[in-house]
């Protein structure tokens, strides 16, 4: 087992992969989708919330992430005695239409396939993912943590249905004419994603890269009247049955399978981890159940985190850890405060398993 740190944009820079390394990290996992770009939310230093319309913009439609600049951050990364584990989430400039099987779907599991090319081109090992029509939409911030420390939460369901022009919790057309994405079923949302896998696992064995599926965060059936795949902990079994090939990964989230309401974390984790399908573990805290959570530090919440260490370790999972989100701290660097708090916690849990 291995530490990372998340970093979003605008936070990939020598600094933080310092940072990174100080606070006891030996990876990174980079976010390339501007969350921030021309929205309404909390600070940039915190994960993004957003508002009905999203966290704001999606990006190019028309600029894919090359090889090129992709081995730039690898090599800015290990620049600094780290090594760059995964790309975190497409961009939905890039695939909308795969989602919303729209008009270009075609030509946008063409820009996929060749983002994952220029991955394994640039020797990434990893893309992290989350099919999600609705995205990370519906929370709340407030002093949610100990001591008054802000964090993210959810006060209740959210379905006010999405404009056109919307996906993914981002606006990739804003010119969009009037109206709402009309609601599909989840089992039309499992199609999509059965065609999704079969036309771009084969390419991502070839390139070497691991596609990772993040369940849907928040965990619940619906979110703005659109259906959710991974909402319980069972369902991550059917994405995993739906294609057999060995790069149909899981970018587990411990936080979200804590907020599911049904299921057990502890055996979610001893089930995913005892067939190898971790490509990478978000590991954070949580109290209460979706619709009604909230983000807690590390050591506070509903998860025996140590407990969780111990079952990923006896299956030996060698994969790396990143905290995920933590509250922020009442000081001059709220995040960074955060992810060092969560990290030192991480680090004295894994050494305290596996003695120097
Ligand atoms: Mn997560």
């Known amino acids: ?20 390394r100080q606070a006891g990290a030996t990876h990174i996992v980079a976010h390339l989708v501007d969350y921030f770009k021309g929205g309404a939310h909390n600070p940039d230093d915190n994960q993004p919330t957003g508002t009905p319309r999203g966290w704001g913009q999606a990006g190019d439609p028309e ?27 497409f961009d939905p400039a890039h695939w909308h239409d795969v989602l919303l099987d729209g008009p270009k ?11 994952i090319r220029n991955l394994g081109e640039a020797g ?23 001591g008054g420390a802000m964090s993210v939460g ?26 709402l994405v009309p609601p599909i079923t989840h089992a039309e949302l499992w199609r999509r994603l059965e065609i999704f896998l079969r036309e771009i696992l084969p390419v991502a064995e070839e390139a070497n890269v691991k596609l990772a599926l993040h369940p849907d965060d928040p965990p619940l059936p619906t979110m703005r009247g659109q259906p959710r795949l991974v909402y319980q902990p069972q369902l991550y079994q059917k994405v995993i049955d739906l294609n057999p090939s060995p790069a149909n990964a899981l970018e587990f989230c ?9 299921g057990d974390v502890y ?36 998860v025996d985190v140590p407990r969780v260490l111990r079952i990923l370790k006896q299956n030996n999972f060698g994969g790396v850890i990143i905290p995920d989100h933590t509250p922020q701290m009442s000081c001059a660097a709220p995040w960074h405060a955060g992810m060092a708090y969560a990290l030192g916690y991480l680090r004295a849990a894994v050494q305290g398993l596996v003695p120097a």
């Open 63 to 89: 600029k894919l992430w090359s090889a090129g600049e992709l081995r730039d951050l690898r090599q800015a990364v290990e620049a600094e005695g780290l090594k760059l584990e995964a790309i975190e989430n």
């Open 154 to 179: 959810m006060e209740g369901p959210l379905e006010e249905p999405m404009p056109h022009g919307m996906v993914w919790n981002m606006v990739y057309d804003a010119n969009a004419p009037k109206g």
């Open 267 to 302: 055996d979610a984790v001893d089930t995913y981890s005892r067939l190898g399908r971790l490509a990478y573990v978000h590991l954070r805290n949580v109290h209460g159940k979706a619709p009604f959570y909230r983000e807690t530090f590390i050591d506070e919440g509903d």
């Open 105 to 115: 779907k075609s030509r946008q599991l063409e820009n996929v396939k060749t983002i």
């Open 254 to 262: 411990v936080g979200t399978l804590a907020e599911m309401s049904a």
């Open 124 to 146: 990434i090992p990893i893309m992290g993912y989350n099919f999600s029509l609705a995205g990370v939409c519906g929370r709340t911030t407030g002093p949610y943590a100990r």
């Open 1 to 20: 087992m291995q530490l990372g740190l998340g970093l979003y944009r605008h936070m990939l820079t020598r600094d933080n992969f310092q940072f990174a």
